[in-house]
């Protein structure tokens, strides 16, 4: 069993993070449990790529590989259970802002808060490359970066801008994964909240 010592530490975690997230003290316990059995300390980054690979059905390599950065507010390479809970909050509870701002990150490739014509044209390539059946996938990815930056550039700069992509979302929401799947389905989302927000809170 934990110690007393051990559970106020849980105790006065969880509250902390119920401040900071869309999720409860009792959730955020839950959380804990969940994390514990998937690492003992810090998600690496093959561990996490699996979790988002076998929990949240995602499968595009870069974008999994923007992802792990996202969550890793720190830049120190694993993620830690303050971080792992923080990203958790945005992909499943977020508000439309807090997706926004999540997906430019993923999307933004180099970190510079521009998605270029290049990012835009290698995040499309590679998600929609076997659903184009021309002879030269490229132009026809080219021509979309075309129409995504007539839709998405206000300022007119052959880029976007975090404001001209918050702008986008806020008038045609469906834009929020215009490069590509970085957020979980609703019926993925709901069936992973079932597994905490049931869970009977107790500790080893």
Known sequence: MATTSAKKQVAKLAKNLASKTHFTKQEIEALMINFKKMTTSKLERTTF????????????????????????????????????VTGLSIILRGTLDEKT??????????????????????LLKNTMVRQLA????????KDLV??????MDYDHDGRLSANDFRRSVQEEPLLLEAFG????????????????????????
Not at 57 to 80: K, P, Q, W
């Open 49 to 84: 790529r699996e979790v988002l690979y076998n929990t949240f059905e995602m499968t595009d390599d870069i974008l999994m590989d923007r992802i792990f950065r996202t969550f890793d507010a720190d830049s120190d390479g694993i993620i830690d259970f303050e971080e792992w």
């Open 101 to 122: 701002d999540f997906c430019f990150k993923v999307y933004d490739l180099t970190g510079d808060r521009n998605i270029t014509r290049e990012e835009m044209f290698h």
């Open 134 to 141: 021309e002879e030269d996938p490229d132009e026809g990815i």
């Open 146 to 151: 075309d129409l995504t930056l007539k839709k």
């Open 181 to 204: 799947p970085c957020l979980p389905d609703d019926k993925v989302r709901e069936a992973f909240l079932a597994t905490f927000t049931q869970t009977k809170i107790g500790f080893i």
